[in-house]
C-alpha cells in the first residue's frame, strides 16, 4: 500500500513570495490532515477535511494560508504572501475515518520551507 | 483545553537498557493517546495508542506504553534500547468525541549509544 506523498521535499523562497504544497492521501482514506511543525515543536493541525469538506481550520491564518481538496482526494496548501515565521516544515497526513476503530494518522515526508 | 507535556528534551541510554520517555497529558473527558517516532528527513511513524481496555499497549519495533489515568501519563518504553532507535519521538493525545484532532507534544529526542 503507498504511503502518503507530497511534493515539493524541500522548497526556498523570499519573504512576500507564493508557495504551494501538494498532498496526496492513502487510496481511500476520507480525511486529510495538514500540518505545521515549527523546529523544536511538535506539529499543529492547520486544516482537516472530510472528503471534499473543511471540519477544522480554526489554527489556519486565513488572511495568508489556503487549502483546498475539490475531488475529495488531492489537496494543495498555499500560502501568499510568506512570512519569515512560516518557515517549518509542512506535513500532510490521512485516515481512513473519523471513527474510534479507523483513527489512526498517517504521515507524508513533509516538505521543509525556508522563508529568507 | 487539552495539552501534552513532554518533560524531558532529550533522553540518553545505553544499548541493551531499558528506556523510558514520558509524556503527562490534560485532557476533559476520555483520552486517546499516541505515540509516534520521527526520524529524520522523514514524516512522522505511528507507534501505538492507547484507546481503551488494557493499560499496557503493545506496539512496533518492540515499544509498549502505560497509560495511568490517576497519574494522567501514557509513557513509552522498550525494554532493550537499540541504536537504530535513536529518534525523535511524539507523544499526542484526543479528546473523546470531535473530528479526530490531535493535539502534539514538543517531542522528545532520544539517543541511544552504543
Known amino acids: 500500500e503507498a504511503g502518503v506523498a507530497q511534493s515539493p521535499r524541500y522548497k526556498i523562497i523570499e519573504k512576500r513570495q507564493s508557495v504551494a504544497f501538494w498532498c496526496n492521501p492513502i487510496?481511500?482514506?476520507?480525511?486529510l490532515y495538514w500540518y505545521q511543525q515549527i523546529l523544536g515543536q511538535g506539529p499543529k493541525l492547520l486544516i482537516q477535511f472530510q472528503n471534499n469538506g473543511v471540519v477544522d481550520d480554526s489554527q489556519l491564518p486565513k488572511d495568508r494560508f489556503s487549502a483546498e481538496r475539490l475531488k475529495g482526494v488531492d489537496s494543495t496548501l498555499k500560502i501568499q504572501p510568506a512570512k519569515l515565521e512560516d518557515s517549518a516544515v509542512y506535513l500532510c497526513?490521512?485516515?481512513?475515518?473519523?471513527?474510534?476503530?479507523?483513527?489512526?494518522?498517517?504521515f507524508g515526508p513533509g516538505t521543509r520551507l525556508l522563508v529568507l | 483545553a487539552q495539552s501534552v507535556a513532554q518533560p524531558e528534551d532529550q533522553v540518553n541510554v545505553a544499548e541493551g537498557n531499558p528506556l523510558t520517555v514520558k509524556c503527562t497529558y490534560s485532557v476533559s473527558g476520555n483520552p486517546y493517546l499516541f505515540w509516534y517516532v520521527q526520524y529524520p528527513n522523514r514524516g512522522l511513524q505511528f507507534l501505538l495508542k492507547?484507546?481503551?481496555?488494557?493499560?499496557l499497549v503493545k506496539g512496533s519495533y518492540g515499544f509498549e506504553a502505560e497509560f495511568n489515568k490517576s497519574q494522567t501519563s501514557f509513557h513509552l518504553k522498550k525494554p532493550s534500547a537499540l541504536v537504530s532507535d535513536s529518534a525523535l519521538y511524539f507523544c499526542a493525545v484526543r479528546r473523546s468525541g470531535g473530528y479526530n484532532k490531535l493535539i502534539f507534544g514538543a517531542g522528545t529526542r532520544l539517543a541511544v549509544h552504543p
Open positions: 487510496s481511500g482514506h476520507a480525511t
Open positions: 497526513a490521512s485516515s481512513a475515518g473519523t471513527d474510534l476503530l479507523q483513527e489512526t494518522q498517517y
Open positions: 492507547y484507546i481503551t481496555g488494557d493499560n
